[in-house]
């Protein structure tokens, strides 16, 4: 067999042609679509509790983290949405894929690793949360609401910590067009190391992943555990539940996305770079799952912030239905102002 023919990508497009010519244009118009509908929902969440923060519903450290995993949530689908789905669209790549090394660029590299650090640490604190207030619902309250601003800090300086030089670094787009990529030019966003750092990132990126990863699951499955403890013996709230199974669905979210991204990321050390090619594609898919469960999750589980999506929908139902009866009523005081007087019949 040829060597051409071992190659993913083309054993694919011999029974599938439409998948690999339309795979990019797919990502791109799945990625917008699914925008519409999720910033607007998850941007009626935010702020809905923000405006409630001090309500006895939503005053409490995990909604207010929900808040600022929410806010960094969207500006990575922003960043994301830039840096990796348009630039494997081919004319998007070419105007917003520049392929001069700059600084600026390297500071758009640094806010992705970032993002996602802190994401994933977020994903750690809640998951605590949980357990302790699950296990100890007055003291694990009263803890974790004294020292939520000064965690807060303290993760996002940790999630800079392993990838402060990146901001030093001048970041790229390489244009790659080959078999591996089935002949179509796309942009992949990377970044010139620091000499005697050439390492260091990818050496953080599994430390950290591993590290993450694993100590999150263990807390959530502890939490099961907690869960399953005080239903035995004492009484416990239904939505502390609810809220602990959004941490297991937010940990699971997050480690679809991480797979997809470190098959990218290491897929030039694969015998077949095509699988690279696929993963860079789809990881947009998994990102965007990431970024919509958070929303949907909180909207499923917790019927206060149902009640938040609801209440907006209700609310410009009515503001439409005000808007057309003043536009009908001033339509009709028009007709009757402007109408032309009737001429008496003369006798």
């Known amino acids: 067999m040829n060597e051409t023919e071992e190659i993913l990508i083309l054993r694919i497009q011999k029974f599938f042609p439409f998948v690999t010519a339309y795979l990019t244009i797919a990502s791109l118009v799945y990625h917008f679509l699914i925008a519409i509908i999720m910033c607007p929902l998850y941007a009626v969440i935010i702020i809905g509790i923000f405006k409630r923060r001090h309500t006895s519903e939503f005053n409490s450290v995990f909604f207010k983290t929900a808040i600022?995993?929410?806010?960094?949530?969207?500006?990575?689908?922003?960043?994301?949405?830039?840096?990796?789905?348009?630039?494997?669209?081919?004319?998007l790549a070419s105007l917003i894929a520049p392929t001069t090394p700059t600084i600026w660029l390297g500071t758009v590299f640094f806010f992705g690793y970032w993002c996602a650090y802190t994401l994933d640490l977020l994903a750690l604190y809640i998951s605590v949360n949980r357990f302790f207030v699950i296990l100890s619902p007055i003291r694990g309250n009263i803890i974790f609401d004294r020292t939520f601003y000064y965690v807060m800090v303290f993760l996002a300086c940790l999630?800079?910590?392993?990838?402060?030089?990146?901001?030093?670094?001048?970041?790229?787009?390489?244009?790659?067009?080959?078999?591996?990529?089935?002949?179509?030019?796309?942009?992949t966003f990377t970044n010139i190391p620091i000499e005697g750092y050439e390492k260091t990132a990818t050496n953080n990126s599994v430390m950290i992943f591993v590290t993450l990863s694993s100590t999150t699951l263990v807390m959530n499955l502890m939490t099961l555990g907690a869960i399953i403890y005080r239903i035995r013996g004492q009484h416990i709230i239904k939505t502390e539940i609810k809220l602990a199974i959004y941490s297991i669905f937010l940990f699971v979210s997050q480690q679809s996305y991480?797979?997809?991204?470190?098959?990218?990321?290491?897929?030039?050390?694969?015998?077949?770079?095509?699988?690279?090619?696929?993963?860079k594609v789809i990881k947009p898919w998994a990102y965007v799952i990431l970024c919509l469960t958070p929303a949907i999750s909180l909207m499923c589980l917790s019927n206060n912030v149902r009640s938040i999506v609801i209440e907006f929908v209700k609310e410009g139902k009515i503001e439409s239905i005000n808007k057309i009866g003043t536009t009908t009523q001033i339509k009709t005081i028009k007709q009757i102002a402007t109408a032309s007087p009737r001429r008496l019949n003369v006798v």
């Open 159 to 187: 999630a800079a910590a392993p990838n402060w030089f990146h901001i030093v670094s001048p970041a790229f787009f390489t244009i790659q067009c080959n078999n591996y990529t089935n002949n179509i030019p796309i942009a």
């Open 68 to 91: 600022i995993s929410g806010v960094i949530d969207l500006l990575f689908f922003l960043d994301h949405f830039i840096t990796g789905t348009c630039a494997l669209y081919p004319p």
């Open 258 to 279: 991480t797979c997809l991204f470190y098959t990218g990321y290491f897929g030039g050390n694969l015998p077949d770079m095509s699988i690279s090619y696929f993963a």
